[in-house]
């Protein structure tokens, strides 16, 4: 059971960025896959949730209406559209598999190694 993540990199503030995570063994049909993000010396961070079918979306306020997730289930894959972003959003971003709640960052059972992103401004 993994998940990759990769699509980080270096944009400018208001730039888009897309991160993929790719998902192999039983954990895509977990319930929810989310992705959290870490700055260093601070804790990590909710920043989105969907459940298995992807009909449900969950966002942190601070990326509301600027990021947008999805999934892929036939390719096992999920998706995180970034745009307009802004240098607070720098951080290692984490995909990660919940077989509990999509909030609740001790109910993810599977974690990505982190893509970092950076945004300048």
């Known amino acids: 059971v993994q998940l990759q993540a990769s699509g980080g990199g270096l944009v400018q503030a208001g730039g888009s960025l897309r991160l993929s995570c790719a998902a192999s063994?039983?954990?895509?049909?977990?319930?929810?896959m989310g992705w959290f993000r870490q700055v260093p010396g601070k804790e990590r961070e909710f920043v989105a949730a969907t459940n298995w079918r992807g009909g449900n979306t969950y966002y942190a306020d601070s990326v509301k209406g600027r990021f947008t997730i999805s999934r892929d289930n036939a390719k096992n894959t999920m998706y995180l559209q970034m745009n307009s972003l802004k240098p607070e959003d720098t951080a290692v971003y984490y995909c990660?598999?919940?077989?509990?709640?999509?909030?609740?960052?001790?109910?993810?059972?599977?974690w990505g190694q982190g893509t970092l992103v950076t945004v300048s401004s």
């Open positions: 063994g039983r954990t895509f049909r977990s319930c929810f």
């Open positions: 990660a598999a919940s077989s509990g709640s999509w909030r609740d960052l001790k109910a993810y059972d599977y």
